[in-house]
């Protein structure tokens, strides 16, 4: 009796160790992200989302000193050191305010890359508004960005910082083939018209001698928005031979009422591209995009 229990007692302890082994084996081990992890996305997010709310505080037609001050102000806490000088001494390359319509209203993320454990990739966009789509909700522009984040003395920061280019950005183009340019338009301007028309040249001198003595072709790029009852400003393109520019210049006619003739936008081999004076004299809906499209200098020759 005495030998049959301990007996038991091995018998019971290797069944239960036995148990415990094999019901282990049969649990799975999840893969789930680490706390640490899920926090570092978290706070690059949240920078990335702090830094399009303050795009609009930054206006890049300010003078040199105020812009300088008002990166310092506004960016100084999301930015790094060096990112933040480089924007400070060429202001073309950052980002902010260009117009005061339409504005940067937020960053839209579109993709999330871990680079390392302290480095991730964004890529996003830069959402713009106007007053209408404040009120009624929408978008008066994209602008595409790409963005690097990296932790820096236990502080994520913006360290790098490009504009760059979208499918559905570059698929809105007008394309003009008679004359041989590419005009790439914004996303809201999808379904815009071509209004063509005719500039007149009028001989120097008084308004009683006036007559005119060149004339050419000008194209109005047309917002899809624009209605007789709201007319928005049109995108005009003058088309000029080089020997009506050259005249042009050397003042042997003139175009309208305005002081300065037409500024050039670009030009191929057979004819010059330019931007009528004062086209935007009576500040139509719309002016402050065109604007801005404009400053980007879309107009591309093709021929």
Wanted: charged share 20%; with cysteine.
């Amino acid at each position: 009796m005495k030998k049959i229990i301990p007996c038991i007692l091995i018998l019971l302890l290797s069944i239960a160790l036995f148990g415990c082994t094999n019901g282990a084996s049969k649990t799975p081990v999840k893969d789930e992200p680490r706390p640490t992890e899920i926090s570092n996305e978290q706070a690059v997010v949240s920078l990335v989302k702090d830094f399009g709310q303050r795009l609009q505080l930054v206006s890049l037609q300010a003078s040199e000193d105020i812009l300088s001050e008002s990166m310092q102000k506004n960016y100084v806490d999301l930015v790094s050191p060096g990112l933040l000088t480089e924007w400070q001494s060429d202001p073309q390359n950052a980002p902010g305010r260009e117009v005061s319509s339409p504005w940067p209203d937020r960053i839209e993320i579109l993709a999330m890359k871990k680079l390392s454990g302290e480095a991730y990739e964004i890529k996003g966009e830069i959402i713009e508004i106007t007053s209408l789509e404040q009120t009624k909700g929408g978008f008066a522009g994209k602008q595409p960005i790409n963005l690097v984040v990296k932790k820096i003395k236990d502080r994520w920061l913006i360290d790098d910082f490009t504009f760059g280019t979208s499918e559905a950005s570059d698929a809105i183009v007008y394309k003009n083939t008679q004359y041989g340019f590419n005009f790439p338009l914004p996303t809201s301007w999808q379904g815009f018209a071509i209004v063509n028309d005719q500039w007149k040249g009028l001989a120097p001198g008084g308004s009683q001698t006036e007559k005119t003595v060149q004339t050419g072709p000008i194209i109005y790029i047309r917002h899809p928005q624009w209605s007789v009852q709201d007319p928005r400003q049109d995108i005009p393109i003058m088309i000029f031979t080089f020997d009506q520019w050259d005249s042009l210049q050397q003042e042997k006619f003139h175009i309208g009422g305005a002081p300065m003739g037409p500024m050039e936008l670009g030009r191929n081999s057979r004819y010059v591209f330019a931007l009528p004076a004062r086209y935007n004299y009576a500040f139509p809906t719309g002016y402050e995009e065109v604007e801005t499209i404009l400053n980007r200098n879309p107009l591309l020759p093709t021929e």
